[in-house]
Each structure stands twice: as structure tokens, then as C-alpha cells.
């Protein structure tokens, strides 16, 4: 028999204890190196201790290469075409391959090459692989999403579906979603969106946040939300609510009558107790301002102001002002002043000034004034003046706020050299009159 021809590289030389099938068009002649016809496989030489032999004499058939001294090595392979291999526990190797294919393998495990096919997206042309997908233009990403009868444009799964909507955009997963109303702007997921398989009509809305505005009662229009969860579940229309939880309702439309602008973070929502505010045309600007409050045509200004409020017409202005009342017509202004009234009609100006009072028509100027009043009608001038008073009908001044003088003359002496304000009088005790007397300058 003819000796074969290298077929591998020699530093790729392959362990022949176990048969190996080459299967293909290989003739006879070719075994024996005279060069007969055919395509594939032109060569094998083996090198030592292996033999070749195949089904011959002529035609095509397998060869088979075995290691006649208990090892050995096929030092080469030579083809016309690349070698793939059927796979299998003893693989045939062939030179046949389809087009537009890679060599590897997809078959978990170490084995055998395989074929690999050139997949959607890709092309394989002149030994390059590359990628044959078009990136869409921001122009065919709009297109593709723009309702041109209705003037939609919504991206997003979800997005102003299921709707009639008109002259909107919708931005986000499940944004304006089931809304039929027109001319919203909706950024952001479920910003204006329903949850119910009830188409809501609601117009004119801004909503700019994951979940502002979302589950807004029906028919309520002209609600501008800013911010996470901003206006969520509202049930009412032409508010404002700017800040996380600004305005947020959840109790499915109950809350906030309308007519209302809500600014801070949990303006008007009290987060702990999920109290929605109930109020109409009210102003809360500062976290948790007017939180929980159910009172209508409130003022609050200030971290806390005006928290948990029942009563109407009550302006807070200051951190923690004016919360808890259930008296109308009051107005706080300082760190905690005017809370937890029952009384209504008070003015109280100063820290901590008529607190847990509950007489009517009361006015308290400075720290802790009419703190714990229980009569009505009291005016309260001075740090503690008033406190814990029971006399109805008073005016009352605190003694640190009003010196006082042995007698007039005394008190004359006294402010004739001492430097005062043009155009003033004051006051001072008269302690040989037991009066107030004055000193006019």
C-alpha cells in the first residue's frame, strides 16, 4: 500500500488507540498517491505505527486508520475544504459544509465540532462575520409610537392604551393608561394611568413621576403632579401637588376636594396613618403640611404646620404650627404655636403660645401666652402671660414685659435720661398707685 500524505500539522498530532472514520470523497488511487480524481480529502500520511487501509480498490468508501503498535499518531490531514464532523462516539469527519455556516459547538459538554448557523441579525459574506441589523432613527422611534389621527405620542409598553385620548403624550410603562381624556403630558411609569379595566375621563392633566397622578377619580381635569406618587388616588380636579406624596389621597378618590396646591414632601398626606387631606382650596407648603387635615380653606407653611386639623380658616405658619384644632379661624405663627385648640377665633404669635386652649376670641403674643386658657375673651401680651388662666374678659401683661416704679415721680426720673424712641409711650407699674402709668415721650 502506498504510503499517505501529511494531513495534520505535526504539532497537532491525534491519539490513534481507537479507530478513526474519515468518510469522503476519496479515491483508491489516492491512497496510493498516483492522484486520482475527486474533491475533499486529497491526503493522509501516516506516521508511526499506524496503518491505512480502506474499502477500495476504486470508488469512494471509508478509510480506516488504525495504531498498529498499541499507539501512534496521523501526522497530518490535507483537504480541499474545511473538515467538520458529524459527531457521535466514533465522528466522521467531513469536508462537506453548508454555506453561511461557523464551526463550533452548541452541544453542551466537551465534544465534537459542529456546524453553527449564522443567525437574524448577522451575515456572514467573504470570511467576515458582521452585524446586519438597522438601528431605528429617534424620527422612526417616534413614528412608530405617534398616533396620527389623535395626535399621540406615547413610548412605553402600555402607554395612553386602551384609550380615546387626544393632543397627549405618554411616556412610560402604563403611563396615561386607560385615561380618555385629552391634552395630558404624562412622564414617567403609571404617571396618569388607571389601574381598573374602566376607562377614566380626565383632561387637561400634568403628570410628571413614577405613579403621580395615577388612579385620579374620573372627570377630574386641570391636575398638575410633580414628583413620585405625587397626587396619587386624588379625587378631585384643578390642583397642584409638587414632591413625593404631595397631595396623595389613597383612599381610592376620597381625598382633597380640590382647588388645592400641595408642595413638599408628604404635603398634605399623613404617611404613618395613610390619612388622605380632605380639605378644599387649601395651601400646604412643607413636609406632612396639612397632613391628615379635613378642614377647607387652610394656609399652612412650615415642616408639620397645620397637621391633623378639623377645623376651617386656619392659618399656620412655622414648623409644627397649628395642627390639631378643632376650633375655625385661627392663625399660628411660630415653632408650635396654636395647637390642639378647641376654641376658635385666636390669634397666636409665638413659640409654643396658646396651646391646648379652649376659650374663644383669644389673642397671645409671646412664648408660651394663654398657654392652657380656659375662658374667653383674653388678651395675652408677654412670655407665660395668661397662662393657665380662668378669668374671662382679661388683659393681661406679663410682669417681665412692665417695669415697675415705687411712684410716678420715680418713673418720670427715670425715663427723663434714659435713651427712648421718639413718638413712643410706655408703660410701667405704679406700685404707690397700684395702676399702669405711662410715660409719654
Same mark, same amino acid.
Given at each position: 500500500?502506498?504510503t499517505a500524505r501529511?494531513?495534520?500539522?505535526?504539532? @497537532?498530532?491525534r491519539?490513534?488507540?481507537?479507530?478513526?472514520?474519515?468518510?469522503d #470523497?476519496? +479515491?483508491?488511487d489516492?491512497? $496510493?498517491g498516483?492522484?486520482? &480524481?475527486?474533491?475533499?480529502?486529497t491526503?493522509?500520511i501516516?506516521?508511526t505505527?499506524v496503518?491505512?487501509?480502506?474499502?477500495?480498490?476504486?470508488?469512494?468508501?471509508?478509510?480506516?486508520? !488504525?495504531?498498529s503498535?498499541?499507539?501512534g499518531?496521523?501526522t497530518?490531514v490535507?483537504?480541499?475544504?474545511?473538515?467538520?464532523s458529524s459527531g457521535?462516539? =466514533?465522528?466522521v469527519?467531513?469536508?462537506?459544509m453548508a454555506?453561511n455556516? *461557523?464551526?463550533?459547538?452548541?452541544?453542551a459538554?466537551?465534544?465534537v465540532?459542529?456546524?453553527?448557523?449564522?443567525?437574524?441579525?448577522?451575515? *456572514?459574506s467573504?470570511?467576515v462575520l458582521?452585524?446586519?441589523?438597522?438601528?431605528?432613527t429617534?424620527?422612526?422611534?417616534?413614528d412608530n409610537?405617534h398616533d396620527?389621527?389623535d395626535?399621540?405620542?406615547?413610548?412605553?409598553?402600555?402607554?395612553?392604551?386602551?384609550?380615546?385620548?387626544?393632543?397627549?403624550?405618554?411616556?412610560?410603562?402604563?403611563c396615561l393608561?386607560?385615561?380618555?381624556?385629552g391634552?395630558?403630558?404624562?412622564?414617567?411609569?403609571?404617571?396618569?394611568? +388607571?389601574?381598573?379595566a374602566?376607562?377614566?375621563t380626565?383632561?387637561?392633566?400634568?403628570?410628571?413621576g413614577?405613579?403621580s397622578?395615577?388612579?385620579?377619580?374620573?372627570?377630574?381635569?386641570? !391636575?398638575?403632579?410633580?414628583?413620585?406618587?405625587?397626587y396619587?388616588?386624588?379625587?378631585?380636579?384643578?390642583?397642584v401637588?409638587?414632591g413625593?406624596n404631595a397631595?396623595r389621597?389613597?383612599?381610592?378618590?376620597?381625598?382633597? /376636594?380640590?382647588?388645592?396646591?400641595f408642595?413638599?414632601?408628604?404635603a398634605?398626606y399623613?404617611?404613618?396613618?395613610t390619612?388622605?387631606?380632605?380639605?378644599?382650596?387649601?395651601?400646604?407648603i412643607?413636609? #406632612?403640611?396639612l397632613?391628615?387635615?379635613?378642614?377647607?380653606?387652610?394656609?399652612?407653611?412650615g415642616?408639620?404646620?397645620? %397637621? #391633623?386639623?378639623t377645623g376651617?380658616?386656619?392659618v399656620?405658619?412655622?414648623?409644627?404650627?397649628?395642627?390639631?384644632n378643632i376650633?375655625?379661624?385661627?392663625?399660628a405663627?411660630?415653632?408650635?404655636?396654636g395647637?390642639?385648640?378647641?376654641?376658635?377665633?385666636i390669634v397666636?404669635?409665638g413659640? @409654643? &403660645?396658646?396651646t391646648?386652649?379652649?376659650? @374663644?376670641?383669644v389673642?397671645?403674643?409671646?412664648r408660651?401666652a =394663654?398657654?392652657?386658657?380656659? /375662658?374667653?375673651?383674653v388678651?395675652?401680651?408677654? +412670655?407665660?402671660?395668661?397662662?393657665n388662666?380662668?378669668?374671662?374678659g382679661?388683659?393681661i401683661?406679663?410682669?417681665?414685659? *412692665?417695669?415697675?416704679?415705687?411712684d410716678?415721680?420715680?418713673?418720670?426720673?427715670?425715663?427723663?435720661?434714659?435713651? #427712648?424712641?421718639s413718638g413712643?409711650? %410706655?408703660?410701667?407699674? $405704679? +406700685?404707690?398707685?397700684?395702676?399702669?402709668?405711662?410715660?409719654?415721650n
Amino acid at each position: 500500500m502506498g504510503t499517505a500524505r501529511n494531513m495534520f500539522p505535526s504539532k @497537532d498530532k491525534r491519539d490513534l488507540r481507537q479507530p478513526i472514520l474519515v468518510e469522503d #470523497l476519496i +479515491q483508491y488511487d489516492d491512497l $496510493n498517491g498516483s492522484g486520482g &480524481s475527486g474533491s475533499g480529502v486529497t491526503q493522509i500520511i501516516a506516521g508511526t505505527n499506524v496503518t491505512i487501509s480502506s474499502t477500495g480498490p476504486s470508488g469512494t468508501g471509508n478509510v480506516t486508520i !488504525n495504531a498498529s503498535g498499541g499507539s501512534g499518531t496521523v501526522t497530518g490531514v490535507t483537504a480541499t475544504s474545511p473538515i467538520t464532523s458529524s459527531g457521535g462516539t =466514533a465522528p466522521v469527519i467531513s469536508t462537506s459544509m453548508a454555506t453561511n455556516r *461557523l464551526i463550533g459547538r452548541t452541544t453542551a459538554g466537551t465534544g465534537v465540532m459542529e456546524q453553527i448557523t449564522v443567525g437574524t441579525g448577522l451575515s *456572514l459574506s467573504a470570511g467576515v462575520l458582521s452585524n446586519s441589523a438597522t438601528t431605528p432613527t429617534l424620527q422612526q422611534v417616534l413614528d412608530n409610537n405617534h398616533d396620527l389621527t389623535d395626535n399621540v405620542v406615547k413610548v412605553g409598553t402600555n402607554a395612553a392604551d386602551n384609550v380615546n385620548a387626544a393632543n397627549s403624550v405618554a411616556v412610560g410603562e402604563n403611563c396615561l393608561y386607560r385615561v380618555n381624556g385629552g391634552n395630558n403630558v404624562g412622564i414617567g411609569s403609571s404617571a396618569g394611568g +388607571q389601574p381598573s379595566a374602566t376607562n377614566k375621563t380626565n383632561n387637561n392633566g400634568v403628570f410628571i413621576g413614577v405613579n403621580s397622578g395615577y388612579d385620579v377619580s374620573d372627570s377630574k381635569n386641570y !391636575n398638575i403632579a410633580i414628583g413620585t406618587d405625587a397626587y396619587n388616588a386624588g379625587g378631585s380636579p384643578n390642583n397642584v401637588a409638587i414632591g413625593q406624596n404631595a397631595g396623595r389621597a389613597d383612599t381610592g378618590g376620597v381625598g382633597n /376636594v380640590g382647588n388645592s396646591v400641595f408642595i413638599g414632601t408628604d404635603a398634605g398626606y399623613d404617611r404613618s396613618a395613610t390619612t388622605a387631606n380632605t380639605g378644599s382650596e387649601i395651601v400646604a407648603i412643607g413636609n #406632612l403640611s396639612l397632613g391628615g387635615n379635613s378642614g377647607n380653606y387652610s394656609v399652612a407653611v412650615g415642616s408639620g404646620s397645620g %397637621y #391633623l386639623n378639623t377645623g376651617n380658616n386656619i392659618v399656620s405658619v412655622g414648623y409644627g404650627a397649628g395642627t390639631s384644632n378643632i376650633g375655625n379661624d385661627i392663625v399660628a405663627i411660630g415653632s408650635a404655636a396654636g395647637n390642639g385648640n378647641s376654641g376658635g377665633n385666636i390669634v397666636s404669635i409665638g413659640k @409654643d &403660645s396658646c396651646t391646648n386652649n379652649t376659650g @374663644d376670641v383669644v389673642i397671645a403674643l409671646g412664648r408660651n401666652a =394663654a398657654d392652657g386658657n380656659t /375662658v374667653s375673651n383674653v388678651v395675652a401680651i408677654g +412670655q407665660s402671660a395668661g397662662q393657665n388662666n380662668g378669668e374671662a374678659g382679661s388683659f393681661i401683661i406679663a410682669n417681665s414685659v *412692665l417695669p415697675s416704679f415705687a411712684d410716678s415721680t420715680t418713673a418720670n426720673t427715670y425715663y427723663g435720661s434714659a435713651t #427712648l424712641s421718639s413718638g413712643c409711650t %410706655y408703660l410701667y407699674y $405704679n +406700685q404707690q398707685s397700684e395702676s399702669i402709668g405711662a410715660y409719654r415721650n
